[in-house]
Structures are given as C-alpha cells and as structure tokens.
C-alpha cells in the first residue's frame, strides 16, 4: 500500500499476532504451572490414598493378600508397588511393565519413615518423566513403597497444549479481520491523502486537492482545512503570475520607445564615448526585452496558448546545426562535447525557432556547469511513437528537491552561486517550449555523476 516502507497493514498484523502471540505465550506458562501443581497436588492423594488402602490389606493378608489385589489390574500403568519386611529384603516388586526406565532408587542411607508419616521421594529420568514415591512404616517394621509417574500427567498438559495452540490459531485469524478492516477504514484514506499530496507536489498550477476522507472526521477535517489553504496560496500565486504578466506587458512598449530614441543617439552622435554609452544601454535594454519575452513566453506555454510557427524538418540535423555553434564554446572551456544518434529517424513538426529556444537554455546550463575536463553529450533518442532530445553532462548534479523545483519559474538548482548569471527562466521556458508541443520534460542524476535532462516530442512515423 505505502511506497519504499513495509506496509501498516503487515505491521498492524504483525503488532496483533504478537501480541496474541505474547498473551497466549504467557497464559501457557500460567497454565502449565498450574496444572503441574495441580498434578503433583492430586498424585501425592493418590499415593497416600493407595498406600491406606494398601496398609490395611498388609496388615491384615500379608504382602500376597496386597499382591493378589495389586496384580489383578485395580491399579493404573504409571504407578508401582514395593514391600519390604521387617528383615529388609523385598517381599514384593512391582515395577510399570510400560516404562521399563523406571526403577527404584537406592534409599537405603535414608532412615525409615517414623510411624504414621510418609517420606517423599522425586527422582527424574529422562525425557521429563518423573517418579514420585510415598514411603510408610508398617507396624511389623516394614516398609511400604508406593509410587506414581508423571506419564498421565504430561499426557494431560499435552492435550493443553495442543488445544491451546489451536486456540491460538483461532484467534489469530479472528483478530486479523479487525486489522483488515481498520485498514480499509483509516488505512486507505490516508494513502489517498499521501497520493494526492504527491500528485500536488508534481502540480505546478496548484489545481489538484486533496480528497476528504468522508469516513474519519479528523482527516475529512485535516483535507479540508489544508484545500482552503492551498486555495489561498493559489489566489496569491495567480496574482502574484498576473502582476508580473502585466507588468511585462506594460514594460515592453516603454523599452521600444526608449531603445529607438537610444538608436538615434547612436546615429546622430558624434561623441565616439556617447556612442559607446548609447550601445552599452542598448545591450541592457535588448537584455531586459528578452528577459520580458521570455516572462511572457513561459505564461502562454502554460496556458497552452502559446503561437507557434510548426514546419516538418529533420530533427537530427537541427540539433546538429545547434551543437556545432557551441562546439567552439565547448573546447574553450575543455569539455568534450559529443553528439548522438539513436533509433530510426523520422520527421519531426514542431516550430523550429522555439526548439533551437530551448535546446540551447539547456546546452547553456550544462556548458555552465561542467567543470573543465567534464563531458557534455546531447543525443537524439528515435522511440515509436516519440523523440527524445537529452543533454547530459558531467557537472555537480541535481539535490533531490531540485528535480522537480528547478522547472519552476524564477526557480534555481542547488549548484547555482550568486555570481552566476540567469534568474531561473531558462529551464522554466523550456517546460514551457515542450509543453507548447504537446511533449514533456524531465531530469535526473547520471550514475556515474552528472545530470541528464530531457525533452520529449510526440511524432508520427513516417518515411524519412
């Protein structure tokens, strides 16, 4: 659902499985000490119990009135029988036929039980089985040994567990539903807004809003209140747009009127330092004309009414007209400056003057920007159904914010110092040049360093 990060809805599941996970972990050990305690509570009645009954048929039948009632299977399998008379030898054995590891463990260094008391006995074997003996005097002086394995009660715990794990599984899957529908409900409106911001960051007219998210009223409110926000900022911005149209408009006809009475000085004077004057101010109003054209042109390219003069040419052999004028800038500052082909060329229609308008704002940025000894390469890119004019070079790069800024209006790159000249129309009118077209533009960082911008024509195939 989210781009470059591990989805909320996995995260939520994992967050919810855990701690199930964690609950149930804990009511498992819980339980399980219970039922242990529980287990060795009801063994030792057991035990004391069997050894009553067992006493009593001692005293009155001897140990083969105890085995008669022993052998004839009133007994579990976990549990075993030993009698010892008066003289210490065992007078009966009875060992657990199903668990032949259990045997008897020499208690001979302990004292017998006084009379009336049960001595208790634990000894562990392997795999967790257990053997818990109750041990009592006989009034003749024997000993009565009684004892009772785990086997039954790890069974028992067992069948616990394995429910228990069931029961996890259950409610793991019940608990998943709420997450999904959390996700639908709160999840996706916010995707929505994280989309439509970024549909606004690409906007340039600042036209797109965000939707409300009808079914949570703190987004719905966050949506609105940040779309009467961006209304504000597009009221001013279009003002802001409006102002400095009008006042390009209103600048123009002004600097006509004065750049013809400066041609007149330039003629009529006979002062050569005047003369010189006069051209200079010429050179700052021509300047400031092209300043003001390009203002005007980049405003009918966005507003997709800009006129353009379109003729069919050869496109490759424009861009080489173009890159063999700067081939001479190119070598003054040491650069290598290439140019490329690719594909299969077709004809292209597009208005010649605004083309050559834009591919050299780029060609005069790039050239700007490598550092002599750096590369700069423009290659002509046939698609099907496209054209691609790429000017690539070896200079200092684009910051990420730069990638999208730079193609704004009165917008600069990171790279560009105060000594450099230019107020940021250059890349803003190529947008402009491209959108006119009907194409687009774009930029990137090179991997091996560098930057790449492009512009993107649409052409229909035809015989070239």
């Known amino acids: 659902?989210?781009?470059?990060?591990?989805?909320?809805?996995?995260?939520?599941?994992?967050?919810?499985?855990?701690?199930?996970?964690?609950?149930?972990?804990?009511?498992?050990?819980?339980?399980?000490?219970?039922?242990?305690?529980?287990?060795?509570?009801?063994?030792?009645?057991?035990?004391?119990?069997?050894?009553?009954?067992?006493?009593?048929?001692?005293?009155?039948?001897?140990?083969?009135?105890?085995?008669?009632?022993?052998?004839?299977?009133?007994?579990?399998?976990?549990?075993?029988?030993?009698?010892?008379d008066p003289d210490g030898k065992v007078a009966l054995e009875v060992l657990a036929p199903d668990e032949p590891e259990v045997t008897w463990p020499d208690l001979s260094q302990l004292s017998p039980p006084p009379s009336g008391e049960t001595q208790w006995h634990r000894t562990r074997f392997e795999h967790g089985l257990v053997l818990t003996i109750g041990r009592q005097s006989t009034k003749d002086g024997g000993?009565?040994?009684?004892?009772?394995?785990?086997?039954?009660?790890?069974?028992?715990?067992?069948?616990?567990?394995?429910?228990?794990?069931?029961?996890?599984?259950?409610?793991?899957?019940?608990?998943?539903?709420?997450?999904?529908?959390?996700?639908?409900?709160?999840?996706?409106?916010?995707?929505?807004l994280i989309k439509g911001a970024h549909l606004l960051a690409n906007d340039s007219n600042l036209g797109h809003r965000l939707e409300s998210a009808a079914s949570i009223p703190e987004l719905r409110d966050f949506s609105e209140a940040f779309n009467l926000t961006l209304d504000r900022i597009q009221v001013l911005t279009e003002e802001l747009e409006a102002a400095n149209d009008q006042l390009a408009h209103e600048l123009r006809t002004p600097l006509a009127r004065v750049r013809g009475n400066i041609e007149r000085?330039?003629?009529?004077?006979?002062n050569p330092e005047n003369r010189e004057d006069a051209a200079?101010?010429?050179?700052?109003?021509?300047?400031a004309t092209h300043l003001i054209?390009?203002?005007?042109?980049?405003?009918?390219?966005?507003?997709?009414?800009?006129k353009l003069q379109l003729e069919t040419l050869s496109l490759s052999d424009l861009v080489r007209e173009i890159c063999e004028l700067y081939s001479a800038a190119a070598e003054?500052?040491?650069?290598?400056?290439?140019?490329?082909?690719?594909?299969?060329?077709?004809?292209?229609?597009?208005?010649?003057?605004?083309?050559?308008?834009?591919?050299c704002n780029l060609l005069d940025n790039a050239l700007s920007y490598t550092p002599a000894g750096g590369e700069v390469e423009v290659e002509v890119i046939f698609e099907e159904n496209?054209?691609?004019?790429?000017?690539?070079?070896?200079?200092?790069g684009l910051t990420e914010e730069d990638v999208e800024r730079i193609w704004r209006r009165f917008s600069r790159g990171s790279a560009a110092s105060a000594s450099t000249p230019g107020i940021g129309l250059g890349l803003s009118l190529v947008r402009a040049v491209v959108a006119a077209h009907g194409g687009e533009i774009g930029s990137a960082n090179l991997p091996e360093g560098g930057a790449d911008f492009w512009m993107r024509f649409p052409i229909e195939r035809g015989d070239p």
Not at 339 to 355: N, P
Request: charged share 20%; glycine share 8%.
């Open 293 to 306: 054209h390009d203002i005007l042109s980049i405003r009918a390219g966005d507003s997709r009414t800009m």
């Open 1 to 84: 659902m989210f781009r470059r990060r591990t989805s909320s809805i996995w995260k939520l599941s994992g967050m919810m499985l855990g701690v199930i996970a964690a609950a149930m972990g804990l009511m498992w050990l819980l339980t399980s000490w219970a039922l242990q305690r529980s287990f060795d509570e009801v063994g030792r009645a057991i035990i004391l119990d069997d050894l009553g009954e067992y006493g009593v048929l001692y005293e009155k039948g001897g140990a083969a009135g105890v085995a008669a009632l022993f052998t004839a299977g009133t007994h579990e399998h976990d549990q075993i029988l030993r009698i010892i």
């Open 332 to 359: 003054e500052k040491n650069l290598l400056f290439e140019f490329l082909i690719t594909g299969e060329e077709a004809m292209v229609t597009l208005d010649r003057q605004r083309f050559q308008q834009a591919l």
């Open 265 to 270: 000085i330039v003629t009529r004077s006979e």
């Open 386 to 396: 496209s054209v691609v004019v790429a000017v690539r070079d070896t200079g200092p």
């Open 143 to 192: 000993e009565l040994w009684f004892g009772r394995t785990n086997t039954l009660d790890r069974q028992a715990i067992d069948r616990v567990h394995n429910l228990s794990l069931i029961a996890f599984c259950v409610t793991a899957l019940i608990a998943i539903g709420p997450v999904f529908w959390f996700a639908n409900r709160v999840l996706r409106p916010v995707s929505s």
């Open 280 to 287: 200079r101010s010429l050179e700052e109003i021509d300047r």
